[in-house]
């Protein structure tokens, strides 16, 4: 058995992306707007991740979970918070949006409340999440329906893939990796993240590293 489902070492990815932007914005130089656009830069790529992950969730993990013995009730939970981070995502959304416009220390302090709470929600649901599905994730890993699931995860362009593993992977645990990458061929990802990879290493990466 993994030590970790992929789901989970997403959410770790996440988790990783809200420390960094709370970290960035309590220390943000107030009128530099160079600073300002980095942290659009990197937070339209946290809006894009954030965003799919739970609409393919949604649209293809729940009903593959519920085909292996989780309950309705369960699921329903989980899109219930879906619906109340996705508040907290445009509340969040306007306020970095108003910090790249006019990169004031207000607005900064304002993209950090608007941050925070949005941390709050998604770890709150990470956690439930998590609890209720990964052990399901684990234990049921070969089935046809999560290898089915696993198939229709995979439907994306080769750009929007790069993008996620080069993100996914940016600090990650030897854990993390291993179970973000542990079903890919290693030529099939040098050439993904190589290629495609490359907006993010070049325009998101280096946000983090300033």
Known sequence: MADMSMNRAIHAAVRRDLDRFLNALERFPAGNRRRAAQLATAWQN???????HHQSEH???WPALQKVGVSQ???AQLDAEHDTMATALTAARTAMGALSNSATAADATAAHTAMQELQRVT???????EKEIEPVYL???GTPELKAMGREFAKVSPTQGGTFFAWALDGATATESSAITRTIPK???TVILGLFGRRYRKS???VWRN
């Open 204 to 206: 998101v990466a280096p």
């Open 123 to 129: 770890v709150e649901h990470f956690d439930h999440e």
């Open 139 to 141: 234990e049921r890993e």
């Open 59 to 61: 649209e293809i993990a």
């Open 73 to 75: 009730e369960v699921l």
């Open 46 to 52: 946290f809006d894009d991740q954030l965003t799919q």
């Open 187 to 189: 030529p099939v990802l």
